[in-house]
Antibody, heavy 121, light 107 residues
Framework: QVQLQESGPGLVKPSETLSLTCTVS????????WSWIRQPPGKGLEWIGY???????NYNPSLKSRVTISVDTSKNQFSLKLSSVTAADTAVYYC???????????????WGQGTLVTVSS | DIQMTQSPSTLSASVGDRVTITCRAS??????LAWYQQKPGKAPKLLIY???SLESGVPSRFSGSGSGTEFTLTISSLQPDDFATYYC?????????FGQGTRLEIK
């Protein structure tokens, strides 16, 4: 059974870059899409973007200028970088496997447990 | 972006009740809709995809219906484990968007 685990700093200073890694276990990262989704405390869910194992990406336009998602198939990991962060980027960040159909987008299963990233000086 | 609006925002119900949560899309999304359940401090859990397909392992008291712009999630007989927040999500087009959530609480 595939499991995902996020890792990275829990505190990032304003204007710096948030970096998280998602490690996939129990299955191969190949042949799937992988996504990042975030949830500010007490609020709803926001899709950040996805990466295919081959390296192709798709980002939410609201974050596109600041987001980079990359994949390392040799380590069965994918990563998120979000630059120039502000307090508005404080959220629980989830990684998830993105299931897909050719004529539409993605739904998500399974999810990692999530990691809280706080942006503060 | 496609806006997803859930109603109600909060729903109070009792064990054994039948409850329905509605999700409306700002434009047609065909049947490209998923439903998730989220408990405090936990990641969302997939319940339904393609509007009405029950994810493996999800109890059959959960069902989804709808197409186009209006969708429903129904729980036929509430169990204590079902009190949580529910989110709909469209995947008809990018960016993928979620509803604001419906909190299901014990009456």
């Amino acid at each position: 059974q595939v499991q995902l685990q996020e890792s990275g700093p829990g505190l990032v200073k304003p204007s710096e870059t948030l970096s998280l890694t998602c490690t996939v276990s129990g299955g191969s990262i190949s042949s799937y899409y992988w996504s990042w989704i975030r949830q500010p405390p007490g609020k709803g869910l926001e899709w950040i973007g996805y990466i295919y194992y081959s390296g192709s990406t798709n980002y939410n336009p609201s974050l596109k200028s600041r987001v980079t998602i990359s994949v390392d198939t040799s380590k069965n990991q994918f990563s998120l970088k979000l630059s120039s962060v502000t307090a508005a980027d404080t959220a629980v960040y989830y990684c998830a496997r993105a299931r897909t159909v050719a004529v539409a987008g993605n739904w998500f299963d399974p999810w990692g447990q999530g990691t809280l990233v706080t942006v503060s000086s | 972006d496609i806006q997803m609006t859930q109603s109600p925002s909060t729903l109070s119900a009792s064990v054994g009740d039948r409850v329905t949560i509605t999700c409306r899309a700002s434009q047609s999304i065909s049947s490209w809709l998923a439903w998730y359940q989220q408990k405090p401090g936990k990641a969302p859990k997939l319940l339904i995809y393609k509007a009405s397909s029950l994810e493996s392992g999800v109890p059959s008291r959960f069902s989804g219906s709808g197409s186009g712009t209006e969708f429903t999630l129904t729980i036929s007989s509430l169990q204590p484990d079902d009190f949580a927040t529910y989110y709909c999500q469209q995947y008809n087009s990018y960016p993928i968007t979620f509803g604001q959530g419906t909190r299901l609480e014990i009456k």
